[in-house]
């Protein structure tokens, strides 16, 4: 009977990766190359704030490095956040107003839109650009390599057809490139904007066009790919919708914009509606599809007193609720901020591409110039030969297809969890899922609903059988532990008057100790009974015979020895059992932790088909559960309520919070949040984590197997540059199609 810790805040250092950093001297070609918030140095202003912009041409982190090289020479700045899945930047700073950072955005050719305090999950509207210039591009492309094969059109008509297709398809990549080189960073639009130049200068007109046109027909399509990752989160803000109908002072009903509605408010929902905002049914009844929250399949019934939640839809009857959460606070809010922030956790793999990029992108392009110069100057080499083969290296040199895979894969395993019910709070999480082979799992709300009611009650006093369920039930109500829930809710139910309590002392682990009329009483468990010293053969017997049969034994206290003895049975979740055999199946060991006793423990346990079960312990006890398992090798996780059990959380690799639907507390301080309390979700959850690790792996070999099949094939003579701009948007666009097949599983 422990009491639950309210004020945890769950922030282990080893989960997350919020490092400030300066920026690298080379950003990385398209993806990830630094950390999602970015401090600039500096001693921090009282009076610095936070202003947030839309930018549109914010794709990648290619533009991510630009911003943060360009801002970092702006006196002011101190911070910079970065959310590219919408393309906004939070900047924060102590300048007057925000023109000085739009016009510094400007000089890198972008165009930075203030947002007004909009959230951070505002909705990003995509400019399309026209269609004309590409396809100008690709029949002057087309053309000029026909010309060239044919023979029949001289060479300034080659050439003209060649300029026409690169200045109508490639102005954006050259101008992107010089912005880069101004600013000393080696990008995907620096390195093709030097390879076409190259290309031009030699005489290889055709291939410069085709190869300009190819490119950018290539990041036409991987930014639509990209698009597809960001909207997977983006179309969680669909599910609400803008109005509601909301009752008036007078009785009558109005309908209006869901974000003016204030908390208390009474809004009716009608059959087939989406429910607007939060809220606890206060008339009517009827089922809900909770699908968009908790990845529930099955619509659920609610009735007066059930919570409801934004973007759920009402589907059989119409019902009215209380609103208890702001648009900007209902859950599903909550989640979309979660998701969002979970981008900037960046998982070990990224963190390794993006320092293997960080080094790649300049070493490849030191070679590019050695292979262009030094067969030539001292080896005999032909100029044109050599200088072309380093054309093609730099075509190949961007490891963009490298970088861009795990962001890509990271941001639809997110989303992919999201829509199942499960809450991942950072791309770090859903990586290291993979790793997990013992799972420590809370009794109480966890593997059963935490919910128990009384079974037995025993006076060890037949004169004071009325007195003794007073006074129990009188201690009981001043905790909302649900053992102690489940003695005193009787009384209550009866309404029955409680007696009032002074001194009332919560005993981690054991029970409550508390003064009725001058008297000092104990409610507690049988370690309790054995610390006071006031176990009998006798009782120690009766206990037993409870116990074996999976039940937590309460024993009443004064100091002469115990009073009546009150036994309490939860019941197992539905999902349970066969969520333990899915564990086993994936080759996860587990083991329950628990206060209650260890006979207690073993029953459940046996029920469930848990491996190994331990009873009466306290949080530190469990804490060093965690710690043991650790010292054997093991990769522990744990799961708990979010508030409780917090050391043990903290210390595993990964935190489950169950009873998450509606919490704030679980959504802010697990790792991963179980949206509907099915514990089905936990090996579903290290299925996607695998299959994510696995995805990661496999785009990383392919890009680096097709880098280092074409960099021998360009050392041998054998690569042209189009061939190369083939080869590295192409594995691009593989690994991107390969990451989003996470979303359809």
Known sequence: MSQPTHDHKHDHDHHHDHASVRSPAHGSCCAGAAPATVRLGGKASIDARLSRFRIEQMDCPTEQTLIQNRLGKLAGVEELEFNLINRVLGVRHALVDDQAIVAAIAELGMQAEPLDGAGPGAASVTVHKPWWPLALSSVAAVAAEAAHFSGLVPQWGIAGLALLAIVSGGLGTYKKGWIALKNRNLNINALMSIAVTGALLIGQWPEAAMVMFLFTVAELIEARSLSRARNAIGSLLQLTPERATVRQVDGQWAELPAKDIALHAVVRVRPG????????????????????????????????????????????????????????????????????????????????????????????????????????????????????????????????ALVISTPVTIVSGLASAARKGILVKGGVHLEGGHRLDYLALDKTGTLTHGKPVQTDFVPLDPAFVTRAEQIAASLAARSDHPVSQAIARPALEAGEALLDVLDLQALAGRGVRGCIEGQVYHLGNHRLVEELGLCSPKLEAQLDTLERQGKSVVVLLDASGPLAFFAVADTLRDTSREAIAQLHALGIKTVML????????????????????????????????????????????????????????????????????????????ADVALMDDDLRKIPAFVRLSRQTRAILMQNIVLALVIKAVFLAMTFAGLATMWMAVFADMGVSLLVVFNGLRLLRK
């Not at 659920?300 to 919570?307: L, M, N, S, T």
């Not at 088909?609 to 054997?632: H, M, S, T």
């Open 273 to 400: 509606e989406r429910i607007a905002l939060d809220g606890e049914v206060v008339a009517g009844q009827s089922s809900v599809d909770q699908a968009a929250i908790t990845g529930e399949s099955l619509p659920v019934e609610k009735a007066v007193g059930d919570k409801v939640f934004a973007g759920t839809i009402n589907q059989a009857g119409a019902l009215e609720y209380r609103v208890t959460a702001l648009a900007s606070d209902s859950t599903l809010a909550r989640i979309i901020h979660a998701v969002e922030q979970a981008q900037g956790a960046r998982a070990p793999t990224q963190r390794f591409v993006d320092s293997f990029s960080r080094y790649y992108t300049p070493a490849v392009f030191a070679l590019a110039l050695a292979v262009a110069l030094l067969p030539p100057l001292f080896m005999g080499g032909g100029w044109f030969d050599w200088v072309y083969r380093a054309l093609v290296l730099l075509v190949v040199a961007c490891p963009c």
């Open 594 to 669: 628990t206060g209650d006793n260890p006979h207690t423990a073993q029953a459940i346990a046996a029920q469930v088909g848990i491996d190994e079960a331990r009873g009466n312990l306290l949080p530190a006890d469990k804490l060093q559960v965690i710690e043991a398992l650790y010292a054997q090798g093991h990769r522990v996780g744990m799961v708990g309520d979010g508030i409780n059990d917090a050391p043990a959380l903290a210390r595993a690799e990964l935190g489950f919070a169950m009873a998450a639907a509606g919490s704030d507390t679980a959504i802010e301080t």
